[in-house]
């Protein structure tokens, strides 16, 4: 099975991904960090080097306000990534640890995170367990849930200790390019004929079934004064530390419709219906529209904006409710 992966993975593997042609363990991490919830293209494109362009290092991660590091974080989403990364910088100082077990005890590292980093850092003969690599196995052996002890232990049984940093590569390559969670392409996959899987991969793990996501529903107030715009930084855990419009769930009176923003979280979708106020409420800062440039705001917030700068025309909030009511 080894010899067969490793063959596979020399002729197609993704060789020049950029975390992969260095040994630095911080370039190494946080390719980890950014690649949990996104995708390989997202990062490459769009995040990866900017974000090493303004933090070559960790220690330059530790010494600049968590405020910055959420600013180039901005439109990567899960944002909780970047305060751990913030966290884990200024824990260790700087220099991330080569044992398992102390990187497993920061932050924002699990035990699959801490495994690659020592692997393709230290090469250190240890498997990994991401979603990928967690379908490949499922299928090679037959197995129709995701037990995750069940799955630690194939993963130690079929590691190549000899081999470690290739073989956890091809593993994840395999998952992500051959072994697909739709329309896997057996027919090119080097461990067909040893696959328990392979005439029913959907069954190996089985889906499980998603909840219909809720629809939360809130209003957004756009508060002015001299020309700038009143915004609070959010404490709350999914954004922390973001800034962002004041939320409620009742329209203020005397309000003034700009219109309606949607967006979808991995588990709530969120529908704001923005309206314009002179509401006094406890703000955390006042920004110019030149100025929110620089501060780190959500996509949501984004959208806000754009919204308030393309919306000339202002109903009372009140009168536009009540005309819908009563059908236009």
């Given at each position: 099975m080894q010899k067969a992966l490793l063959t596979w993975y020399k002729a197609h593997g993704r060789h020049n991904l950029p975390w992969r042609n260095t040994r630095d363990a911080y370039h190494i991490y946080l390719s980890e960090i950014m690649l949990q919830q996104t995708q390989v293209k997202t990062v490459l494109e769009r995040f990866y080097f900017p974000f090493l362009e303004r933090f070559p290092t960790l220690q330059s991660i530790a010494d600049a306000p968590l405020d910055d590091v959420l600013k180039m974080w901005e439109g990567?989403?899960?944002?909780?990534?970047?305060?751990?990364?913030?966290?884990?910088?200024?824990?260790?100082?700087?220099?991330?640890?080569?044992?398992?077990?102390?990187?497993?005890?920061?932050?924002?590292?699990?035990?699959?995170t801490a495994h690659a980093i020592c692997t393709f850092a230290y090469h250190q003969a240890l498997p990994i367990l991401d979603a990928n690599v967690k379908r490949v196995l499922c299928r090679f052996f037959g197995l129709s849930t995701r037990d995750e002890k069940v799955l630690w232990s194939k993963a130690w049984e079929l590691l190549d200790r000899d081999y470690p940093?290739?073989?956890?590569?091809?593993?994840?390559?395999?998952?992500?390019?051959?072994?697909?969670?739709?329309?896997?392409?057996?027919?090119?996959?080097?461990?067909?004929?040893?696959?328990?899987?392979?005439?029913?991969?959907?069954?190996?793990p089985l889906a499980i079934k998603k909840a219909?996501?809720?629809?939360?529903?809130?209003?957004?107030?756009?508060?002015?004064?001299?020309?700038?715009?009143?915004?609070?930084q959010r404490q709350e855990r999914l954004l922390h530390g973001l800034w962002g419009f004041v939320q409620v769930n009742e329209c203020p009176l005397n309000s003034y419709s700009l219109g309606t923003v949607t967006h979808t979280y991995s588990h709530f979708k969120i529908e704001l219906h923005v309206v314009k106020t002179s509401l006094q409420v406890k703000v955390d800062g006042w920004f110019g529209v030149e100025e929110l440039n620089d501060v780190a705001l959500s996509t949501v917030d984004k959208k806000i904006i754009r919204l308030y700068q393309s919306t000339s025309v202002k109903k009372p909030y009140q009168l536009e409710a009540q005309r819908a009511q009563n059908g236009g």
């Amino acid at each position: 099975m080894q010899k067969a992966l490793l063959t596979w993975y020399k002729a197609h593997g993704r060789h020049n991904l950029p975390w992969r042609n260095t040994r630095d363990a911080y370039h190494i991490y946080l390719s980890e960090i950014m690649l949990q919830q996104t995708q390989v293209k997202t990062v490459l494109e769009r995040f990866y080097f900017p974000f090493l362009e303004r933090f070559p290092t960790l220690q330059s991660i530790a010494d600049a306000p968590l405020d910055d590091v959420l600013k180039m974080w901005e439109g990567l989403g899960y944002y909780t990534r970047a305060r751990n990364l913030h966290h884990t910088a200024l824990t260790c100082k700087g220099v991330l640890p080569s044992s398992p077990e102390e990187l497993g005890g920061l932050k924002g590292i699990g035990k699959s995170t801490a495994h690659a980093i020592c692997t393709f850092a230290y090469h250190q003969a240890l498997p990994i367990l991401d979603a990928n690599v967690k379908r490949v196995l499922c299928r090679f052996f037959g197995l129709s849930t995701r037990d995750e002890k069940v799955l630690w232990s194939k993963a130690w049984e079929l590691l190549d200790r000899d081999y470690p940093y290739e073989y956890n590569q091809a593993m994840m390559d395999l998952g992500s390019m051959i072994c697909t969670s739709k329309k896997p392409l057996c027919s090119l996959c080097p461990l067909n004929t040893m696959c328990k899987g392979k005439k029913n991969p959907e069954n190996y793990p089985l889906a499980i079934k998603k909840a219909k996501i809720p629809t939360k529903k809130y209003f957004a107030l756009v508060i002015e004064k001299e020309g700038k715009i009143a915004l609070i930084q959010r404490q709350e855990r999914l954004l922390h530390g973001l800034w962002g419009f004041v939320q409620v769930n009742e329209c203020p009176l005397n309000s003034y419709s700009l219109g309606t923003v949607t967006h979808t979280y991995s588990h709530f979708k969120i529908e704001l219906h923005v309206v314009k106020t002179s509401l006094q409420v406890k703000v955390d800062g006042w920004f110019g529209v030149e100025e929110l440039n620089d501060v780190a705001l959500s996509t949501v917030d984004k959208k806000i904006i754009r919204l308030y700068q393309s919306t000339s025309v202002k109903k009372p909030y009140q009168l536009e409710a009540q005309r819908a009511q009563n059908g236009g």
